[in-house]
């Protein structure tokens, strides 16, 4: 598996402070207040692509890890099983 959007938090260092209270909500490709976007360098994250597998992560310090994976079906996001 490889990641076609990646953002993290703005600021230097391996451990940056971005509080997941001030987070809300992430939509692919809008990247949110705070953080930066690290793949694609340049220009908008990839469109989804109906039927395809996607898996996500949130790596967080101090708080549980989130992942897990989707598809698009019908133009909607649907939680499926692991890959």
Do not use: S
Request: glycine share 14%; aromatic share 14%; charged share 20%.
């Amino acid at each position: 598996m490889y990641a076609i959007w990646h953002v993290k938090p703005e600021g230097e260092g391996e451990y940056v402070k971005a509080l997941l209270d001030d987070l809300h909500a992430v939509t692919y490709g809008v990247v949110p207040k705070g953080y930066k976007q690290m793949k694609p360098k340049v220009g908008q994250a990839p469109p989804l692509i109906e039927g395809k597998r996607y898996g996500y992560w949130f790596v967080t310090v101090n708080a549980p890890w989130g992942a897990g994976y989707f598809e698009i079906r019908n133009g909607k996001v649907v939680a499926v099983e692991g890959p």
